[in-house]
């Protein structure tokens, strides 16, 4: 099982982008799905995560710009981000799985750079 993320691109500080990721749907109603990041020079980290019922977590640094969610009819979650900040760069990826898991092989991430 690959999970593919989408949705990155080039913003300038302080603008906005939603990214999506697919799953398929065994995948998707039956686990804990997250969002993690790469950015330069440090190891992937957790950004967010949502449980089947709607549970969510946020890393600190990400809290009151950062917005997980999940639609079941379509199987697809999304990160929407806001105020970016040039410390948000990197790749980011989604899985499945929660805090000190994942439960899948890492898919294609997609890249976000927020510029200065």
């Known amino acids: 099982v690959q999970l593919q993320a989408s949705g990155g691109g080039l913003v300038q500080v302080g603008g906005s982008l939603r990214l999506s990721c697919a799953a398929s749907g065994s995948v998707f109603t039956r686990n804990v799905m997250g969002w993690y990041r790469q950015t330069p020079g440090k190891q992937r980290e957790l950004v967010a995560t949502i449980t089947t019922g709607g549970s969510i977590y946020y890393v600190d640094t990400v809290k009151g710009r950062f917005t997980i969610s999940r639609d079941n009819a379509k199987n697809t979650m999304y990160l929407q981000m806001n105020s970016l900040k040039p410390e948000d760069t990197g790749v980011y990826y989604c899985?499945?799985?929660?805090?000190?898991?994942?439960?899948?092989?890492w898919g294609q991430g997609t890249l976000v750079t927020v510029s200065s």
């Open positions: 899985n499945a799985g929660g805090i000190g898991y994942v439960l899948y092989s």
